[in-house]
C-alpha cells in the first residue's frame, strides 16, 4: 500500500533591530556597513540601520514581485512575517530562517522572504561587519520584520481566517462515520479525529502513515477507496469542495465541487503548485 503526504509593495515595519543571540547594537561599537551606504561613520547606528533596511527593501521588492498573485489569489490584502539572518564577522548574510508563525499565509511570504535572502546574500559584495571597540569583527543577528501589501480587492478576506494548527493529509469515510487525519506540525505527529459537522473528536496521534494504517478502521477504509483518496470536503463560501489525490498521479491534486451532488472539477494541479492557490486552505484546520 503506497502512501503519500503533501503538501507591489513592501514595508519593512520598523526599523531592522538586532536580537540575541549574538551581539545585539548596544553592544558593538561599529553598525555593519551595507554595500552602498558607506557615506555613514560606523557610529552612526540609526542611520547605517536605515540605509541597510532602505538596500533590502528595494532587492526584495524586485524579488518578491509575483507574491501579489498569490495574496489576490487567496482574497487577501496582506501578509506578514518576521526573518532572522545574521551578518557574521566576515560580511557576509548567514544563517537566514523564518520565524514560526500558525498563519498559512504568513508561512508563504516567510518561505519567499527567506529564499529572496538567501538569493541576495549570494549576490552582494561583502558587508563591511560590525566591530567592537578594538576593531574586532563580530556577528551581528538581526531581525527583519516583512509586510507585503496590495491595494484594489474588495470585501477582503481576514488574514485571520488562514490562521491554522493542522493540516488535513486524508479523509476516511464509511456509511457512517467521517475520520480525518492531520499533521500538527509543531509536534510533527499525525493526529486522528472523528469528525462530526463541525465537531471533531481526537482519537490518538501517530509517528507516520505506517502507523495510522495499521489500524481499523483507517486501514480498510483507505484500501476500500481504491487509487482515488479523499483529502478533505469543506464548505467555502457556501461552495463544496472535495480535494482528492490518486496513486496513479502521486504528482497531482484534483479539486472538485459539488453540483447538485454530482462532482466537478474545478482544478487540477501539481503539488508544488497547489500550496500556493486558495484551495490549500481548504486543508487547514
Given at each position: 500500500?503506497?502512501?503519500?503526504?503533501?503538501?507591489?509593495?513592501?514595508?519593512?515595519?520598523?526599523?531592522?533591530?538586532?536580537?540575541?543571540?549574538?551581539?545585539?547594537?548596544?553592544?558593538?561599537?561599529?553598525?555593519?556597513?551595507?554595500?552602498?551606504?558607506?557615506?555613514?561613520?560606523?557610529?552612526?547606528?540609526?542611520?547605517?540601520?536605515?540605509?541597510?533596511?532602505?538596500?533590502?527593501?528595494?532587492?526584495?521588492?524586485?524579488?518578491?514581485?509575483?507574491?501579489?498573485?498569490?495574496?489576490?489569489?487567496?482574497?487577501?490584502?496582506?501578509?506578514?512575517?518576521?526573518?532572522?539572518?545574521?551578518?557574521?564577522?566576515?560580511?557576509?548574510?548567514?544563517?537566514?530562517?523564518?520565524?514560526?508563525?500558525?498563519?498559512?499565509?504568513?508561512?508563504?511570504?516567510?518561505?519567499?522572504?527567506?529564499?529572496?535572502?538567501?538569493?541576495?546574500?549570494?549576490?552582494?559584495?561583502?558587508?563591511?561587519?560590525?566591530?567592537?571597540?578594538?576593531?574586532?569583527?563580530?556577528?551581528?543577528?538581526?531581525?527583519?520584520?516583512?509586510?507585503?501589501?496590495?491595494?484594489?480587492?474588495?470585501?477582503?478576506?481576514?488574514?485571520?481566517?488562514?490562521?491554522?494548527?493542522?493540516?488535513?493529509?486524508?479523509?476516511?469515510?464509511?456509511?457512517?462515520?467521517?475520520?480525518?487525519?492531520?499533521?500538527?506540525?509543531?509536534?510533527?505527529?499525525?493526529?486522528?479525529?472523528?469528525?462530526?459537522?463541525?465537531?471533531?473528536?481526537?482519537?490518538?496521534?501517530?509517528?507516520?502513515?505506517?502507523?495510522?494504517?495499521?489500524?481499523?478502521?483507517?486501514?480498510?477504509?483507505?484500501?476500500?477507496?481504491?487509487?482515488?483518496?479523499?483529502?478533505?470536503?469543506?464548505?467555502?463560501?457556501?461552495?463544496?469542495?472535495?480535494?482528492?489525490?490518486?496513486?496513479?498521479?502521486?504528482?497531482?491534486?484534483?479539486?472538485?465541487?459539488?453540483?447538485?451532488?454530482?462532482?466537478?472539477?474545478?482544478a487540477e494541479l501539481s503539488r508544488k503548485e497547489f500550496s500556493w492557490t486558495k484551495y490549500s486552505a481548504l486543508v487547514l484546520r
Open positions: 500500500m503506497r502512501i503519500y503526504g503533501f503538501l507591489f509593495f513592501i514595508l519593512l515595519t520598523g526599523l531592522l533591530s538586532a536580537q540575541n543571540p549574538g551581539f545585539t547594537a548596544r553592544q558593538v561599537y561599529g553598525m555593519v556597513v551595507y554595500p552602498g551606504c558607506e557615506e555613514f561613520q560606523i557610529e552612526q547606528k540609526a542611520e547605517l540601520s536605515q540605509c541597510l533596511s532602505k538596500n533590502l527593501t528595494s532587492q526584495l521588492a524586485d524579488l518578491m514581485s509575483d507574491f501579489g498573485a498569490v495574496l489576490e489569489n487567496f482574497n487577501t490584502e496582506k501578509a506578514v512575517c518576521r526573518i532572522q539572518f545574521v551578518v557574521d564577522k566576515d560580511g557576509k548574510i548567514i544563517q537566514i530562517k523564518p520565524t514560526e508563525t500558525n498563519n498559512y499565509l504568513n508561512q508563504l511570504l516567510c518561505r519567499v522572504s527567506a529564499a529572496s535572502m538567501q538569493m541576495i546574500s549570494e549576490k552582494i559584495q561583502p558587508i563591511q561587519p560590525a566591530t567592537l571597540v578594538d576593531g574586532s569583527p563580530v556577528n551581528l543577528v538581526f531581525m527583519l520584520p516583512v509586510t507585503y501589501q496590495i491595494d484594489g480587492i474588495k470585501n477582503p478576506t481576514p488574514l485571520s481566517d488562514y490562521d491554522f494548527t493542522e493540516m488535513v493529509f486524508y479523509t476516511l469515510k464509511s456509511d457512517s462515520e467521517t475520520y480525518e487525519i492531520r499533521l500538527d506540525e509543531k509536534a510533527v505527529k499525525l493526529k486522528a479525529y472523528e469528525v462530526s459537522g463541525d465537531k471533531s473528536v481526537y482519537l490518538g496521534q501517530f509517528n507516520s502513515f505506517e502507523e495510522v494504517f495499521e489500524l481499523e478502521p483507517y486501514r480498510s477504509l483507505y484500501a476500500s477507496s481504491g487509487d482515488r483518496h479523499l483529502v478533505t470536503e469543506k464548505n467555502a463560501n457556501g461552495k463544496i469542495y472535495r480535494v482528492y489525490i490518486k496513486d496513479s498521479e502521486p504528482d497531482k491534486i484534483f479539486v472538485y465541487y459539488l453540483n447538485n451532488k454530482t462532482e466537478e472539477l474545478e
